[in-house]
T-cell receptor, first 112, second 114 residues
Framework: ELKVEQNPLFLSMQEGKNYTIYCNYS?????LYWYRQDPGKSLESLFV?????AVKQEGRLMASLDTKARLSTLHITAAVHDLSATYFC????????????FGQGTRLTINP | DVKVTQSSRYLVKRTGEKVFLECVQD?????MFWYRQDPGLGLRLIYF???????EKGDIPEGYSVSREKKERFSLILESASTNQTSMYLC?????????????FGSGTQLSVL
């Protein structure tokens, strides 16, 4: 059974700092997604990582995937308040065809 | 613009009631999904459908059923609501095939069962 674990679950940081959210998963997969959820809102797709070594960047966020280590990271550079949200990673088992398994979510709070 | 619409934002029901949660998408997507979201547990898949009149169980189907009579509409049914079904319910849709990259989510229905 595929398990997806995020670390940390809660993160409070100051504007201007850098930090990384980690997403570990337990079985082989070559597809990993990152989503953002603002309070009271639905999930918004951020990144799709499709192969080992994949790296994608959008603004101050950068996501990477290491399929051998079964690890993805979401790196935040010079954080700003607007990035405060809950971030989820989700893994698609190879045979699962879009049946995503989600991590617990990381609630990120960025303080001025 | 892509849209997944859930009929109710907040819903309060009593234990034992039959509850219908409706989801409509306007993107002609083949795949539709129902997740529930609970604090500390992330999202867990209840049921999904790859086509009209087709349905498959997800990871936590107990106590739920679904209906997909039309391509654009996917309903989640709680036959006899219980307090442990108090949760945020999220509907999602996507295009068929692994070429598609992401799910599109509705805004969610917060269900409280008293």
């Amino acid at each position: 059974e595929l398990k997806v674990e995020q670390n940390p679950l809660f993160l409070s940081m100051q504007e201007g700092k850098n930090y990384t959210i980690y997403c570990n998963y337990s079985t082989t997969s070559d597809r990993l997604y990152w989503y953002r959820q603002d309070p009271g809102k639905s999930l918004e797709s951020l990144f799709v990582l499709l192969s080992n070594g994949a790296v994608k960047q959008e603004g101050r966020l950068m996501a990477s995937l290491d399929t051998k280590a079964r690890l993805s990271t979401l790196h935040i550079t010079a954080a700003v308040h607007d990035l405060s949200a809950t971030y989820f990673c989700a893994v698609e088992p190879i045979q699962g065809a879009q049946k995503l398994v989600f991590g617990q979510g990381t609630r990120l709070t960025i303080n001025p | 613009d892509v849209k997944v619409t859930q009929s109710s934002r907040y819903l309060v029901k009593r234990t034992g009631e039959k509850v219908f949660l409706e989801c409509v998408q306007d993107m002609d997507h083949e795949n539709m999904f129902w997740y529930r979201q609970d604090p500390g547990l992330g999202l867990r898949l209840i049921y999904f459908s790859y086509d009209v009149k087709m349905k498959e169980k997800g990871d936590i189907p107990e106590g739920y059923s679904v209906s997909r009579e039309k391509k654009e509409r996917f309903s989640l049914i709680l036959e006899s609501a219980s307090t442990n079904q108090t949760s945020m319910y999220l509907c999602a849709s996507s295009l068929q095939g692994r070429a598609n990259e992401k799910l599109f989510f509705g805004s969610g229905t917060q269900l409280s069962v008293l």
